[in-house]
């Protein structure tokens, strides 16, 4: 049995796979994951109802099977209504995970379109596409090196 909270086998397979500088995608219930991609990127749908599994849950598991460098969200337009509001509610919860892991990252905003080109990038190996109904919870994860 693996010691790390991770135990999806096509996960743990892809993240052996990947190094330093592999993006993975946990995409909300939102997100188009089969079209916006990398082209080395595989999909794992984890979209079981609405809801259910949340970006926050997923990325607890990652943080707890690899070394990561860099957290990116999708930042809000501004000429996006829900800009506005100020900040989205998740992105706190994504700043405490992170706080619980040890980790001492910040999460970076990209704004929607970059974020989309970011994707893009032959170096995104994995999405992992959630049910998460949460507005803006999409994540970028960059791996990093093992120390």
């Known amino acids: 049995m693996l010691k790390h909270e991770l135990i999806h086998p096509k996960i743990n397979e892809i993240l052996g796979r990947a190094g330093h500088h592999s993006s993975i995608l946990i995409a909300d219930g939102n997100y188009p994951a089969w ?3 990398g082209p080395n990127a595989e999909l794992v749908s984890l979209n079981l109802a609405p809801g259910i599994v949340t970006c926050g849950q997923v990325l607890r598991a990652i943080l707890s099977a690899v070394a990561i460098d860099r957290v990116n969200t999708m930042g809000i337009p501004p000429d996006d209504p829900y800009a506005r509001m100020g900040e989205p509610p998740v992105w706190a919860e994504y700043r405490q995970i992170l ?11 990209i704004l929607k379109w970059d974020f989309y080109q970011e994707v893009a990038s032959p170096d995104h190996v994995l999405t992992i596409q959630t049910g998460d109904r949460a507005l803006w919870a999409n994540l970028l994860v960059t791996m990093g090196c093992r120390v």
Do not use: A, C, H, V
């Open 35 to 37: 079209n916006k991609k």
């Open 99 to 109: 706080k619980e892991s040890g980790s001492t990252l910040n999460l970076e905003p």
